[in-house]
Protein backbone atom coordinates (compact mmCIF):
# COMPACT_ATOMS: atom_id res chain seq x y z
CA UNK A 1 0.00 0.00 0.00
CA UNK A 2 2.60 2.49 0.46
CA UNK A 3 4.41 1.80 -2.54
CA UNK A 4 1.19 2.22 -4.66
CA UNK A 5 0.97 5.44 -2.81
CA UNK A 6 3.64 6.97 -3.55
CA UNK A 7 2.81 5.87 -7.15
CA UNK A 8 -0.45 7.93 -7.13
CA UNK A 9 1.36 11.03 -5.73
CA UNK A 10 4.20 11.10 -8.41
CA UNK A 11 1.04 10.43 -11.01
CA UNK A 12 -0.38 13.49 -9.19
CA UNK A 13 2.51 15.65 -9.22
CA UNK A 14 2.98 15.01 -12.71
CA UNK A 15 -0.25 16.10 -13.42
CA UNK A 16 -0.61 18.90 -11.82
CA UNK A 17 3.23 20.36 -13.11
CA UNK A 18 1.49 18.99 -16.41
CA UNK A 19 -1.81 21.44 -16.38
CA UNK A 20 0.56 24.37 -15.72
CA UNK A 21 -0.60 27.17 -18.42
CA UNK A 22 1.42 30.05 -20.21
CA UNK A 23 -0.74 33.02 -21.00
CA UNK A 24 0.67 35.52 -23.28
CA UNK A 25 -1.06 38.93 -23.37
CA UNK A 26 -1.21 42.19 -24.39
CA UNK A 27 -2.77 45.85 -23.93
CA UNK A 28 -5.30 44.41 -27.09
CA UNK A 29 -5.63 40.86 -26.05
CA UNK A 30 -8.95 39.52 -25.89
CA UNK A 31 -10.94 37.62 -23.36
CA UNK A 32 -11.92 34.95 -25.76
CA UNK A 33 -8.77 34.23 -27.25
CA UNK A 34 -6.46 31.22 -25.60
CA UNK A 35 -3.47 32.96 -25.00
CA UNK A 36 -0.98 30.57 -26.45
CA UNK A 37 1.12 33.49 -28.44
CA UNK A 38 1.10 37.10 -28.36
CA UNK A 39 -0.87 37.18 -31.56
CA UNK A 40 -3.94 35.08 -29.49
CA UNK A 41 -3.21 37.14 -26.73
CA UNK A 42 -5.51 36.56 -23.54
CA UNK A 43 -6.70 39.72 -21.78
CA UNK A 44 -4.41 40.71 -19.18
CA UNK A 45 -7.81 40.93 -16.43
CA UNK A 46 -8.99 37.15 -17.57
CA UNK A 47 -6.01 35.89 -17.59
CA UNK A 48 -5.56 36.96 -13.64
CA UNK A 49 -8.88 35.59 -12.96
CA UNK A 50 -7.24 32.29 -14.51
CA UNK A 51 -4.57 32.11 -12.95
CA UNK A 52 -3.65 28.63 -10.97
CA UNK A 53 -0.77 27.37 -9.20
CA UNK A 54 2.51 27.06 -11.65
CA UNK A 55 0.84 29.09 -14.19
CA UNK A 56 2.98 32.36 -15.94
CA UNK A 57 1.59 34.99 -17.24
CA UNK A 58 3.82 36.67 -19.91
CA UNK A 59 2.94 40.48 -20.72
CA UNK A 60 3.95 42.40 -23.68
CA UNK A 61 5.57 45.75 -23.03
CA UNK A 62 3.10 48.22 -23.09
CA UNK A 63 0.01 50.32 -21.32
CA UNK A 64 -2.88 47.86 -19.66
CA UNK A 65 -5.45 50.27 -19.22
CA UNK A 66 -8.15 49.13 -16.52
CA UNK A 67 -11.34 50.74 -17.24
CA UNK A 68 -12.26 53.29 -15.18
CA UNK A 69 -16.31 54.38 -13.60
CA UNK A 70 -16.17 57.31 -11.46
CA UNK A 71 -17.06 56.15 -7.53
CA UNK A 72 -16.37 52.49 -8.41
CA UNK A 73 -13.60 49.79 -7.76
CA UNK A 74 -11.55 48.33 -10.67
CA UNK A 75 -9.21 46.38 -8.72
CA UNK A 76 -7.49 43.11 -10.15
CA UNK A 77 -7.75 40.21 -7.82
CA UNK A 78 -4.32 38.14 -7.18
CA UNK A 79 -6.45 35.44 -5.37
CA UNK A 80 -5.26 32.01 -6.74
CA UNK A 81 -2.79 29.81 -4.05
CA UNK A 82 -0.05 28.70 -5.55
CA UNK A 83 3.09 26.71 -3.82
CA UNK A 84 6.68 27.14 -3.31
CA UNK A 85 7.28 24.77 -6.41
CA UNK A 86 4.40 26.12 -8.25
CA UNK A 87 4.36 29.98 -8.03
CA UNK A 88 2.11 31.82 -10.36
CA UNK A 89 4.46 34.06 -12.43
CA UNK A 90 3.41 37.70 -13.93
CA UNK A 91 6.49 38.96 -15.94
CA UNK A 92 7.15 41.57 -18.86
CA UNK A 93 10.53 39.24 -19.93
CA UNK A 94 11.04 42.40 -22.77
CA UNK A 95 10.46 45.86 -20.76
CA UNK A 96 7.97 47.31 -18.49
CA UNK A 97 4.09 46.43 -18.37
CA UNK A 98 2.21 49.11 -17.30
CA UNK A 99 -1.31 48.89 -15.41
CA UNK A 100 -2.90 52.04 -15.33
CA UNK A 101 -6.45 52.27 -13.56
CA UNK A 102 -7.20 55.24 -14.38
CA UNK A 103 -8.03 57.38 -11.18
CA UNK A 104 -8.22 60.99 -11.60
CA UNK A 105 -6.25 62.88 -10.12
CA UNK A 106 -8.13 64.00 -6.60
CA UNK A 107 -10.32 61.24 -6.50
CA UNK A 108 -10.35 57.69 -4.71
CA UNK A 109 -12.66 54.69 -3.96
CA UNK A 110 -12.13 53.61 -0.44
CA UNK A 111 -10.20 49.48 -0.62
CA UNK A 112 -10.23 50.41 -4.86
CA UNK A 113 -6.69 48.67 -4.55
CA UNK A 114 -4.68 48.34 -7.91
CA UNK A 115 -3.73 44.98 -7.00
CA UNK A 116 -5.28 43.10 -4.24
CA UNK A 117 -2.85 40.12 -3.44
CA UNK A 118 -4.99 37.76 -1.36
CA UNK A 119 -3.03 34.65 -2.78
CA UNK A 120 -0.02 33.29 -2.25
CA UNK A 121 3.47 32.33 -3.94
CA UNK A 122 2.88 35.37 -6.89
CA UNK A 123 5.76 36.71 -8.54
CA UNK A 124 5.58 40.03 -9.93
CA UNK A 125 8.28 40.90 -12.33
CA UNK A 126 9.19 44.03 -14.43
CA UNK A 127 5.33 45.27 -13.69
CA UNK A 128 4.25 49.50 -13.35
CA UNK A 129 1.62 50.13 -11.22
CA UNK A 130 -0.27 53.52 -11.57
CA UNK A 131 -3.43 56.30 -10.59
CA UNK A 132 -5.07 52.48 -8.23
CA UNK A 133 -7.88 54.71 -6.43
CA UNK A 134 -6.25 53.49 -3.22
CA UNK A 135 -2.87 51.37 -2.41
CA UNK A 136 -1.19 50.44 -5.73
CA UNK A 137 -1.15 46.74 -4.53
CA UNK A 138 -2.28 45.76 -0.86
CA UNK A 139 -1.00 41.95 -0.09
CA UNK A 140 -2.72 40.10 2.93
CA UNK A 141 -1.40 36.73 1.28
CA UNK A 142 1.79 35.02 1.88
CA UNK A 143 4.69 34.29 0.35
CA UNK A 144 4.61 36.92 -2.62
CA UNK A 145 7.34 38.27 -4.24
CA UNK A 146 7.60 41.82 -5.91
CA UNK A 147 10.84 42.48 -7.88
CA UNK A 148 11.97 45.21 -10.34
CA UNK A 149 8.34 46.98 -9.98
CA UNK A 150 7.49 50.69 -9.89
CA UNK A 151 4.28 51.89 -7.85
CA UNK A 152 3.32 55.80 -8.25
CA UNK A 153 0.82 58.30 -8.54
CA UNK A 154 -1.48 56.10 -6.83
CA UNK A 155 -3.96 57.26 -4.21
CA UNK A 156 -2.72 56.04 -0.39
CA UNK A 157 0.26 54.11 -0.20
CA UNK A 158 2.31 52.03 -3.33
CA UNK A 159 2.52 48.76 -1.86
CA UNK A 160 0.91 48.31 1.53
CA UNK A 161 1.04 44.82 3.63
CA UNK A 162 -1.36 44.17 6.19
CA UNK A 163 -4.26 42.28 7.47
CA UNK A 164 -2.04 39.09 7.89
CA UNK A 165 0.15 39.81 4.81
CA UNK A 166 3.59 37.62 5.18
CA UNK A 167 7.30 36.51 3.67
CA UNK A 168 6.35 39.12 1.25
CA UNK A 169 9.92 40.05 -0.36
CA UNK A 170 10.33 42.99 -2.33
CA UNK A 171 13.17 43.42 -4.46
CA UNK A 172 14.58 46.23 -6.58
CA UNK A 173 11.49 48.32 -6.35
CA UNK A 174 10.89 51.86 -6.58
CA UNK A 175 7.77 54.20 -5.18
CA UNK A 176 7.38 57.30 -6.03
CA UNK A 177 4.45 60.61 -6.07
CA UNK A 178 1.81 58.37 -4.30
CA UNK A 179 -0.51 60.61 -2.47
CA UNK A 180 -4.00 59.99 -0.53
CA UNK A 181 -6.71 62.42 -1.36
CA UNK A 182 -8.69 61.74 1.77
CA UNK A 183 -6.37 62.88 4.34
CA UNK A 184 -3.70 65.14 2.34
CA UNK A 185 -1.16 62.56 1.94
CA UNK A 186 -0.70 61.41 5.91
CA UNK A 187 -1.74 57.75 4.46
CA UNK A 188 0.17 57.29 1.63
CA UNK A 189 3.96 55.89 2.22
CA UNK A 190 5.71 54.73 -0.52
CA UNK A 191 6.15 51.05 1.18
CA UNK A 192 4.16 50.47 4.22
CA UNK A 193 4.21 47.03 6.11
CA UNK A 194 2.15 47.97 8.87
CA UNK A 195 -0.64 47.08 11.29
CA UNK A 196 -1.62 43.72 11.51
CA UNK A 197 1.02 42.21 8.72
CA UNK A 198 2.24 38.95 9.58
CA UNK A 199 6.14 38.10 9.91
CA UNK A 200 9.06 37.44 6.98
CA UNK A 201 8.05 40.88 5.61
CA UNK A 202 11.31 42.04 3.39
CA UNK A 203 12.78 44.99 1.09
CA UNK A 204 15.88 44.57 -0.92
CA UNK A 205 17.44 47.21 -3.04
CA UNK A 206 14.12 49.75 -3.10
CA UNK A 207 13.97 53.82 -3.52
CA UNK A 208 11.03 55.41 -2.06
CA UNK A 209 10.64 59.48 -2.73
CA UNK A 210 8.17 62.34 -2.90
CA UNK A 211 5.48 60.04 -1.39
CA UNK A 212 2.82 62.12 0.60
CA UNK A 213 3.65 60.43 3.85
CA UNK A 214 7.08 58.51 4.58
CA UNK A 215 9.15 56.47 2.48
CA UNK A 216 8.52 53.17 5.03
CA UNK A 217 6.46 53.10 7.25
CA UNK A 218 6.42 49.90 9.74
CA UNK A 219 3.46 51.64 11.73
CA UNK A 220 1.60 49.32 14.37
CA UNK A 221 3.30 46.15 13.74
CA UNK A 222 4.65 43.63 16.52
CA UNK A 223 6.82 41.98 13.36
CA UNK A 224 9.88 42.63 12.12
CA UNK A 225 10.42 43.76 8.63
CA UNK A 226 14.20 43.49 7.41
CA UNK A 227 15.31 46.19 5.05
CA UNK A 228 18.80 46.38 2.98
CA UNK A 229 20.02 48.43 0.53
CA UNK A 230 17.01 50.40 0.62
CA UNK A 231 16.69 54.15 0.28
CA UNK A 232 14.19 56.98 1.56
CA UNK A 233 14.49 60.39 0.37
CA UNK A 234 12.38 63.39 0.37
CA UNK A 235 9.18 62.53 1.72
CA UNK A 236 6.40 64.26 3.40
CA UNK A 237 7.11 67.40 0.83
CA UNK A 238 4.08 68.98 -0.83
CA UNK A 239 5.11 68.61 -4.40
CA UNK A 240 1.39 68.65 -5.36
CA UNK A 241 0.21 71.98 -4.09
CA UNK A 242 -3.78 71.25 -4.33
CA UNK A 243 -6.12 73.82 -2.98
CA UNK A 244 -9.45 74.70 -3.99
CA UNK A 245 -12.97 73.53 -2.09
CA UNK A 246 -13.15 70.42 -0.58
CA UNK A 247 -9.54 69.27 -0.68
CA UNK A 248 -7.58 68.57 2.54
CA UNK A 249 -4.71 70.44 3.33
CA UNK A 250 -1.25 68.95 3.33
CA UNK A 251 -0.47 67.13 6.17
CA UNK A 252 2.60 64.28 5.59
CA UNK A 253 4.75 63.21 8.37
CA UNK A 254 8.08 63.31 6.42
CA UNK A 255 10.39 60.84 7.42
CA UNK A 256 12.57 58.30 5.56
CA UNK A 257 12.20 55.07 7.64
CA UNK A 258 9.14 54.97 10.31
CA UNK A 259 10.43 51.81 12.33
CA UNK A 260 7.19 51.15 14.14
CA UNK A 261 5.08 52.81 16.27
CA UNK A 262 1.77 52.54 18.97
CA UNK A 263 3.77 51.48 21.36
CA UNK A 264 4.30 48.47 19.48
CA UNK A 265 7.21 45.97 19.69
CA UNK A 266 9.18 45.62 16.66
CA UNK A 267 12.72 44.43 16.19
CA UNK A 268 12.85 46.15 12.41
CA UNK A 269 16.53 45.66 11.21
CA UNK A 270 17.85 48.23 8.36
CA UNK A 271 21.23 47.27 7.02
CA UNK A 272 23.28 49.36 4.11
CA UNK A 273 19.79 51.94 4.32
CA UNK A 274 20.33 55.36 2.94
CA UNK A 275 17.89 58.28 4.12
CA UNK A 276 17.85 61.83 3.48
CA UNK A 277 16.38 65.11 2.43
CA UNK A 278 13.10 64.14 4.41
CA UNK A 279 11.79 67.09 6.53
CA UNK A 280 11.47 64.88 9.73
CA UNK A 281 13.64 62.48 10.50
CA UNK A 282 15.50 60.02 8.64
CA UNK A 283 15.31 57.13 10.67
CA UNK A 284 12.93 56.94 13.25
CA UNK A 285 11.56 54.87 16.11
CA UNK A 286 8.24 56.61 16.53
CA UNK A 287 7.31 54.80 19.95
CA UNK A 288 8.45 51.63 19.05
CA UNK A 289 9.17 50.11 22.17
CA UNK A 290 11.03 47.37 20.46
CA UNK A 291 14.80 47.57 19.90
CA UNK A 292 15.96 48.20 16.47
CA UNK A 293 19.38 47.13 14.67
CA UNK A 294 21.15 49.64 12.24
CA UNK A 295 24.31 48.55 10.13
CA UNK A 296 26.00 50.60 7.95
CA UNK A 297 23.64 53.17 7.12
CA UNK A 298 24.13 56.64 6.17
CA UNK A 299 21.60 59.79 6.84
CA UNK A 300 21.98 62.92 5.82
CA UNK A 301 20.12 66.03 5.30
CA UNK A 302 17.41 65.17 7.39
CA UNK A 303 14.85 67.76 9.43
CA UNK A 304 14.81 67.47 12.81
CA UNK A 305 17.25 64.22 13.36
CA UNK A 306 19.57 62.07 11.34
CA UNK A 307 18.53 59.25 13.60
CA UNK A 308 15.52 59.55 15.93
CA UNK A 309 15.64 56.56 18.05
CA UNK A 310 15.60 58.25 21.53
CA UNK A 311 12.58 57.04 23.27
CA UNK A 312 11.51 54.86 25.83
CA UNK A 313 12.38 50.77 24.96
CA UNK A 314 10.11 47.72 26.67
CA UNK A 315 12.29 46.27 29.58
CA UNK A 316 15.30 43.91 27.70
CA UNK A 317 15.21 45.51 24.27
CA UNK A 318 18.11 47.34 23.19
CA UNK A 319 18.98 49.08 20.02
CA UNK A 320 22.18 48.05 18.29
CA UNK A 321 23.99 50.92 15.99
CA UNK A 322 27.14 49.81 14.01
CA UNK A 323 29.04 51.27 11.17
CA UNK A 324 26.22 53.89 10.78
CA UNK A 325 27.09 57.58 9.40
CA UNK A 326 25.11 60.71 9.87
CA UNK A 327 26.69 63.52 7.85
CA UNK A 328 26.80 66.85 9.43
CA UNK A 329 22.97 66.38 11.61
CA UNK A 330 21.74 64.97 14.91
CA UNK A 331 21.50 61.38 16.42
CA UNK A 332 19.44 60.64 19.10
CA UNK A 333 19.50 57.67 21.45
CA UNK A 334 17.95 56.04 24.10
CA UNK A 335 19.01 52.06 25.23
CA UNK A 336 21.37 51.71 22.22
CA UNK A 337 25.08 49.29 22.11
CA UNK A 338 26.55 52.06 20.10
CA UNK A 339 29.90 50.69 18.47
CA UNK A 340 32.33 52.58 15.54
CA UNK A 341 29.63 54.98 14.01
CA UNK A 342 30.57 58.38 12.71
CA UNK A 343 29.11 60.72 16.05
CA UNK A 344 31.12 58.59 18.34
CA UNK A 345 34.69 59.91 19.54
CA UNK A 346 37.08 58.39 17.70
CA UNK A 347 35.37 59.28 14.54
CA UNK A 348 33.64 62.17 12.43
CA UNK A 349 32.13 62.66 9.32
CA UNK A 350 31.70 65.82 6.68
CA UNK A 351 30.75 65.98 3.24
CA UNK A 352 34.28 65.73 2.47
CA UNK A 353 34.77 62.15 2.98
CA UNK A 354 32.26 61.36 0.00
CA UNK A 355 33.09 61.18 -3.57
CA UNK A 356 29.59 63.08 -3.78
CA UNK A 357 26.27 64.14 -1.86
CA UNK A 358 24.84 64.97 -5.34
CA UNK A 359 21.73 63.94 -3.99
CA UNK A 360 20.37 64.10 -7.75
CA UNK A 361 22.22 61.12 -8.88
CA UNK A 362 19.61 58.91 -5.99
CA UNK A 363 17.65 58.93 -9.20
CA UNK A 364 19.89 57.31 -11.72
CA UNK A 365 18.04 55.14 -13.97
CA UNK A 366 18.52 51.17 -12.88
CA UNK A 367 20.51 48.61 -14.14
CA UNK A 368 18.88 46.27 -16.58
CA UNK A 369 18.35 43.26 -14.25
CA UNK A 370 17.22 46.03 -11.42
CA UNK A 371 19.47 46.68 -9.66
CA UNK A 372 20.49 50.07 -8.53
CA UNK A 373 23.41 52.05 -10.50
CA UNK A 374 26.96 52.39 -8.65
CA UNK A 375 27.38 55.92 -8.77
CA UNK A 376 29.60 57.90 -6.42
CA UNK A 377 26.93 58.78 -4.13
CA UNK A 378 27.77 58.28 -0.72
CA UNK A 379 30.81 56.87 -1.70
CA UNK A 380 33.85 57.30 0.43
CA UNK A 381 36.85 58.42 -0.96
CA UNK A 382 40.32 56.66 -0.84
CA UNK A 383 41.47 59.08 1.97
CA UNK A 384 38.63 58.96 4.12
CA UNK A 385 39.56 57.60 7.60
CA UNK A 386 36.11 56.49 7.12
CA UNK A 387 37.21 53.64 5.33
CA UNK A 388 37.99 50.40 6.97
CA UNK A 389 37.13 51.75 10.10
CA UNK A 390 33.86 49.48 11.16
CA UNK A 391 33.60 46.64 13.11
CA UNK A 392 32.36 43.11 11.73
CA UNK A 393 28.94 42.92 12.11
CA UNK A 394 28.33 40.04 9.83
CA UNK A 395 27.70 42.05 6.40
CA UNK A 396 29.91 41.61 3.40
CA UNK A 397 33.73 44.13 3.49
CA UNK A 398 35.92 43.84 0.71
CA UNK A 399 39.45 44.81 2.81
CA UNK A 400 40.68 44.01 6.29
CA UNK A 401 37.46 46.05 7.65
CA UNK A 402 34.31 47.10 7.19
CA UNK A 403 34.04 51.42 5.62
CA UNK A 404 31.17 53.40 7.54
CA UNK A 405 28.02 53.43 5.93
CA UNK A 406 26.39 51.86 3.03
CA UNK A 407 29.08 51.24 0.58
CA UNK A 408 31.95 49.20 0.30
CA UNK A 409 35.25 50.81 -1.66
CA UNK A 410 35.58 47.52 -4.30
CA UNK A 411 39.59 47.37 -5.53
CA UNK A 412 39.97 47.71 -9.14
CA UNK A 413 36.64 49.18 -9.11
CA UNK A 414 35.31 45.34 -9.78
CA UNK A 415 31.34 45.69 -11.39
CA UNK A 416 28.63 45.08 -8.58
CA UNK A 417 26.80 42.02 -7.87
CA UNK A 418 24.02 40.88 -10.23
CA UNK A 419 22.74 39.13 -13.43
CA UNK A 420 22.70 40.87 -16.80
CA UNK A 421 19.11 39.83 -18.08
CA UNK A 422 16.13 37.84 -17.08
CA UNK A 423 14.24 34.90 -17.82
CA UNK A 424 10.31 34.91 -18.71
CA UNK A 425 9.05 31.54 -17.37
CA UNK A 426 11.97 31.29 -14.42
CA UNK A 427 13.04 34.61 -13.72
CA UNK A 428 16.41 34.59 -12.15
CA UNK A 429 17.05 37.11 -9.26
CA UNK A 430 20.65 38.09 -7.23
CA UNK A 431 20.71 39.37 -3.98
CA UNK A 432 22.38 38.81 -0.43
CA UNK A 433 24.75 36.27 -1.91
CA UNK A 434 21.60 34.22 -3.16
CA UNK A 435 20.82 33.46 -6.45
CA UNK A 436 16.98 32.85 -6.90
CA UNK A 437 14.69 31.47 -9.60
CA UNK A 438 10.83 32.33 -8.97
CA UNK A 439 10.29 27.99 -9.95
CA UNK A 440 12.84 24.96 -9.76
CA UNK A 441 15.01 24.69 -12.61
CA UNK A 442 17.80 23.28 -13.94
CA UNK A 443 20.93 25.16 -13.45
CA UNK A 444 24.50 24.92 -14.11
CA UNK A 445 27.25 27.39 -12.68
CA UNK A 446 30.74 27.62 -14.06
CA UNK A 447 33.69 29.76 -13.65
CA UNK A 448 35.03 31.62 -16.80
CA UNK A 449 37.63 29.62 -17.41
CA UNK A 450 34.71 27.11 -18.00
CA UNK A 451 35.35 24.94 -13.99
CA UNK A 452 31.44 23.38 -13.79
CA UNK A 453 31.09 24.61 -9.61
CA UNK A 454 28.03 23.84 -9.20
CA UNK A 455 24.80 21.85 -10.65
CA UNK A 456 21.10 20.91 -9.88
CA UNK A 457 18.58 19.68 -11.97
CA UNK A 458 15.83 21.32 -9.67
CA UNK A 459 17.37 24.49 -8.31
CA UNK A 460 14.98 27.26 -6.78
CA UNK A 461 17.61 29.01 -4.28
CA UNK A 462 21.53 29.05 -5.12
CA UNK A 463 23.50 29.79 -1.55
CA UNK A 464 26.70 31.91 -3.16
CA UNK A 465 28.61 33.00 0.53
CA UNK A 466 31.78 31.77 0.82
CA UNK A 467 32.40 31.56 -3.36
CA UNK A 468 35.21 32.65 -3.97
CA UNK A 469 35.15 36.76 -6.31
CA UNK A 470 35.30 36.54 -9.78
CA UNK A 471 32.72 36.16 -13.22
CA UNK A 472 30.55 32.65 -12.88
CA UNK A 473 28.25 31.69 -16.19
CA UNK A 474 24.86 30.57 -14.96
CA UNK A 475 23.01 28.18 -17.78
CA UNK A 476 19.78 27.86 -16.92
CA UNK A 477 17.60 25.10 -18.24
CA UNK A 478 20.59 24.17 -20.67
CA UNK A 479 19.89 27.50 -22.61
CA UNK A 480 19.61 30.34 -21.07
CA UNK A 481 22.86 31.89 -20.11
CA UNK A 482 23.93 35.18 -18.01
CA UNK A 483 26.98 36.59 -16.26
CA UNK A 484 27.16 36.22 -12.57
CA UNK A 485 29.83 38.54 -10.78
CA UNK A 486 30.53 37.95 -6.98
CA UNK A 487 32.41 40.66 -5.54
Known sequence: MKKLYSTLLGLLVGLASASAATYYITPEGSASNDGSSYSKAKALVTAMDKAAAGDSLILQPGTYTITYKAAAKNTIACAAVGTASKRITVCCPDGMATLDFSFPELTYVQNSYGLSVTGSYW????LVITHAGYQGAYVTGGYNTFEHCVF????????????????????????????????GGSMADGFAPKQTQGAGNNFHGCRSW??????????????????????????????????GDGVVAFAGNG??????????????????????GNPTKG?????????????????????????????????????IIKNCVSIGGKADFGSADEDH??????????????????????????????????????????????????????????????????????????????VDAVVAVAPV????HQLRLSVPSEVTISKASGVVVYQNKAASVVDCSGWAAGIYIVVVNGSASYKMVVR
Open 123 to 126: YFKN
Open 152 to 183: FDNRNSGLEINKGGNHTTVVNCDAYRNYDPKK
Open 210 to 243: NNGDDGYDCFDSPEAVTFDSCWAFCNGIDIWHYS
Open 255 to 276: NGFKLGGNAAQANNVATRCVAF
Open 283 to 319: FDQNNNTGGITLYNCVAYANGTYDYALGGSLNSGQQH
Open 341 to 418: NSWDKNFSASKSDFQSVDTSLARTARNVDGSLADTKLFRLKTTSKLVNAGTDVGLDYAESAPELGAFELIPDAAPSTG
Open 429 to 432: SFYD
